[in-house]
């Protein structure tokens, strides 16, 4: 049977990513711009400007996601677009490039839905069992889903203003951390305490959201405190903000969860990363016998248990490149040995990263002991490891790993974990 392969482009707010997918299930190649560092300097995503740097970018990431997949078009069998819902003049520019591609290269064009999106990413990693209850949690988005079947969407609720993602980032540019302010809470919030009498928002019988109420007793509490005189303790704020958020949003989605008798729940969309979010989950599923799972949110389990099997850091140093706009950009690397001329290069200054890119006389800066092994060595990124090259039947089999080592890793998987979240 002949393989199938999808061009999916995506720019429904400041990222501009192309992605091309063999069968449905198999990632041949992703890249993503980001545009971060521009909206950081407004306090948060600026539409215009999203749109306008989307026009630069379209056609140099496409190119680049073909050259990474050593695809053609030819080679491709259909164009896959997110038609909404985003920012309008973001969605306009990717929506253009994959119509004036499919018509071009007389190709099936296949408008996709953003929150359908959100939910089969999960698919690439594990595929999906129904019936399941959906969470989808991102800056723009908040949404119950209930799906019986294969494409089968039904809202069962969602938020009635801002979005979750929304509210953090509002919420932590109230008590003065920077923009994207969502990781950096849930940071904050890990070693706080819950002390801020915050109210629990939209505590009701629906399965709707609404998080623009506790918003705004966030900023008054802040006010009046500062009228007061009082030292305004970051994390216990932000400890007290996710705590209400986590317990709304479990409270009802276990309850949608037991009311329409799934066994299944997904979570997706950006702002599953949260550890908070993801730590409850994780214990009330557990609790309840319930098929939790969010593969799509950065490092996941399987990647603490590549890592916790690798030996220790083999070594570390900076590295230079141009980045897609053709500015230098310098950041750490590290290099993991997972077996005989087999490392994962851990590398969170870019969200998609090619050694090979590297110029050989920054290699040989860098890792100037290891100048001539590097030249036969295989590099696996951090979050695309596979078990057949980690040995990890092997390791558990023959009992090799140890309680030092595991805590070990432990620790260097929350530092990845840590730089990874950074995104949503």
Not at 56 to 82: G, H
Request: proline share 3%.
């Amino acid at each position: 049977m002949k393989d199938t392969y999808i061009l999916a482009i995506e720019s429904s707010c400041d990222e501009t990513s192309a992605s091309i997918i063999k069968n449905g299930s198999i990632e041949i190649a992703t890249v993503v711009l980001s545009q971060m560092d521009i909206h950081e300097t407004f306090g948060g995503v600026v539409p215009e400007i999203a749109s306008r740097n989307h026009i630069e970018n379209i056609t140099m990431v496409i190119e680049d996601t073909l050259n990474k997949s050593e695809l053609t078009m030819d080679d491709i069998d259909a164009i896959a677009v997110t038609y909404g819902p985003g920012l309008i003049g973001s969605l306009l520019i990717g929506v253009t490039a994959a119509k004036t591609l499919a018509y071009f290269y007389k190709k099936p064009l296949v408008p996709v839905h953003h929150i359908a999106g959100h939910i089969y990413a999960n698919n690439l990693v594990k595929p999906l069992e129904f019936p399941l209850i959906a969470l989808v949690v991102s800056g723009g988005h908040t949404d119950l889903i209930y799906m019986k079947e294969d494409y089968s969407f039904e809202r069962i609720g969602g938020t009635l203003d801002d979005a979750v993602g929304e509210a953090y980032d509002k919420v932590a540019r109230v008590i003065g951390v920077t923009y994207p302010g969502g990781p950096k809470l849930d940071k904050l919030a890990q070693s706080g305490r819950d002390t801020y009498p915050l109210p629990l928002p939209l505590d009701d019988t629906s399965y709707n959201f609404s998080f623009s109420g506790l918003k705004s007793a966030v900023i008054n509490l802040v006010h009046n405190e500062k009228q007061k005189g009082n030292e305004i303790i970051k994390e216990n704020i932000a400890t007290s903000f996710q705590s209400r958020v986590v317990e709304i949003l479990t409270k009802k989605t276990m309850r949608a969860i037991k009311e329409y008798n799934v066994k299944n729940l997904i979570i997706a969309g950006g702002v599953s990363a949260n550890s908070g979010i993801r730590n409850k989950f994780d214990e009330l599923c557990l609790k309840n016998n319930i098929n939790a799972f969010s593969g799509n949110s950065g490092v996941g389990k399987s990647t603490l248990i590549n890592a916790i099997f690798s030996k220790t850091i083999t070594q570390e140093g900076d590295i230079s490149k141009k980045n897609k706009r053709g500015k230098n950009t310098t950041t750490s690397i590290k290099l993991y040995e997972i077996d005989k001329n087999t490392y994962i290069a851990d590398t969170p200054g870019f969200s998609t990263f090619d050694i090979s890119e590297i110029p050989s006389n920054q290699l040989e800066k860098c890792f100037i002991e290891f100048k001539n092994e590097l030249q036969n060595c295989e590099f696996v990124g951090c979050t695309h490891i596979k078990e057949e090259k980690c040995g990890i039947k092997e390791a558990v089999n023959n009992n090799k790993i140890s309680k030092d080592r595991y805590e070990r890793f432990c620790k260097i998987y929350n530092e990845i974990k840590e730089r990874e979240e950074r995104k949503w």
